[in-house]
C-alpha cells in the first residue's frame, strides 16, 4: 500500500486516539472520585470501579497500538510485516490498522502462543 494512500487512515487512527483519550481521562476521573460511606453502596462502587479500570486498560493499550502504528507510517514502515518483511495485505489493514504482521505471521504467533498456554 504506497504512503501516500494513508492519509485518510491516519486521520482515523488520530481521531480514534483523540476520543481514546477523552474517555480514559473520564475514567480516570470517575477512578478517583469518593466513596460512600455506606458498606453496600461502597461494595457496589467497588465493583463497578474495577469494571471502569477495566476499560481505562482496555484504552490504554488500544492508544499505545495506535501510536506505534503512526509512528510506523512516519517511519515508513507501515503496512510491512515486522516479522517476515512482506508487505502487509490492504484488507488486514483496513480491517485491523495496527496489525505489524501480515496474516501468515500473525496466524504462527497464535499458535505460538496457544502452544505455551
Do not use: W
Request: net charge negative.
Amino acid at each position: 500500500m504506497p504512503a501516500d494512500s494513508y492519509d485518510e487512515l491516519r486521520s482515523q487512527l488520530e481521531h480514534k486516539k483523540e476520543e481514546l483519550t477523552v474517555r480514559l481521562e473520564r475514567i480516570t476521573a470517575n477512578l478517583r472520585r469518593g466513596y460512600h460511606a455506606d458498606s453496600k453502596e461502597r461494595a457496589k462502587e467497588l465493583e463497578d470501579s474495577e469494571v471502569v479500570d477495566a476499560l481505562g486498560n482496555e484504552a490504554r493499550e488500544e492508544i499505545r497500538k495506535i501510536s506505534a502504528a503512526l509512528q510506523r507510517m512516519e517511519a515508513g514502515d507501515f503496512g510491512v510485516c515486522v516479522e517476515c518483511g512482506a508487505e502487509i495485505e490492504r484488507g488486514r489493514i483496513e480491517a485491523y490498522p495496527y496489525a505489524r504482521e501480515c496474516i501468515d505471521c500473525a496466524r504462527l504467533e497464535e499458535k505460538r502462543s496457544a502452544r505455551q498456554s
